[in-house]
């Protein structure tokens, strides 16, 4: 299966913890595990607070080249 979320790479940018993003959505640790592993998908809502908590741009959990691009973007100005 290909990777659909980025979530278990942005949270080793960040420097946190899968149990961390658990304690933080009040979620079970095995439910980010399978987040992480691209078993199982968080909805929308989820999506949009994780994003919130690990302060990224919400495309920054599916499209690893977005933030590559931001860099570009800020070198050209």
């Given at each position: 299966?290909?990777?659909?979320?980025?979530?278990?790479?942005?949270?080793?940018?960040?420097?946190?913890?899968?149990?961390?993003?658990?304690?933080?959505?009040?979620?079970?640790?095995?439910?980010?595990?399978?987040?992480?592993?691209?078993?199982?998908?968080?909805?929308?809502?989820?999506?949009?607070?994780i994003a919130e908590?690990?302060?990224?741009?919400?495309?920054?959990?599916?499209?690893?080249?977005?933030?590559?691009?931001?860099?570009?973007?800020?070198?050209?100005?």
């Amino acid at each position: 299966m290909e990777d659909v979320n980025r979530i278990k790479l942005v949270l080793v940018e960040k420097k946190r913890t899968s149990k961390w993003l658990a304690e933080q959505l009040g979620v079970n640790p095995s439910t980010v595990s399978k987040w992480c592993t691209n078993t199982s998908q968080p909805d929308l809502s989820c999506i949009v607070k994780i994003a919130e908590l690990l302060k990224v741009d919400i495309r920054e959990l599916f499209v690893s080249e977005y933030r590559q691009y931001l860099l570009s973007q800020e070198q050209e100005k």
